[in-house]
């Protein structure tokens, strides 16, 4: 398993970062869904400068020997009348998944939910990415549904 010394988390800039994000973005929805024709890029760019000037922290590219191999995007939300950590996207290239990255991203992201002092943190994932859904089961998550007409599972784990 990798550890946190080999990797450095750096602040996404939604210019000098554009390409690079949509890159990791769109990849992401064809591993999860099979397409990533539902992908709108203005929409997407939006988004992503509205909440890193919220938790600019939360928004992080992974970068390890000079390369960005991943991306976080963690933010914190109301739900159900109490705040929440939530996770966005956690992201690595595929030469580097299933290789103990997944546990690098995790902990920053339990690191980011401790400062901001919420007591569980939520993500969704498509019923179809077994491998995703595998990985948050082993980080002690559970389903509690589906969600958006059955095409995503809400899960929620504790920090």
């Not at 591993?31 to 024709?37: I, L």
């Not at 960005?68 to 933010?75: K, V």
């Amino acid at each position: 398993m990798k550890n946190r010394d080999h990797v450095n988390f750096i602040p996404i800039d939604p210019v000098k970062h554009r390409d690079i994000t949509i890159r990791f973005r769109r990849d992401s929805y064809l591993v999860s869904f099979g397409t990533n024709q539902y992908l709108n890029v203005e929409e997407y760019l939006q988004f992503l400068r509205e909440k890193i000037t919220k938790h600019p922290d939360g928004f992080v590219l992974v970068e390890e020997d000079g390369e960005l191999i991943g991306q976080i995007e963690l933010s914190i939300r109301e739900y159900e009348g109490r705040e929440i950590g939530y996770v966005h996207l956690y992201y690595l290239v595929p030469r580097k998944r299933g290789k103990g990255y997944g546990q690098v991203l995790q902990h920053y992201a339990e690191d980011f939910f401790q400062r901001h002092q919420v007591s569980e943190f939520h993500l969704r994932v498509s019923p179809t990415n077994k491998q995703a859904r595998a990985f948050y089961k082993k980080l002690g998550m559970k389903e509690s549904g589906l969600e958006i007409d059955g095409n995503v599972i809400r899960m929620i784990g504790k920090v």
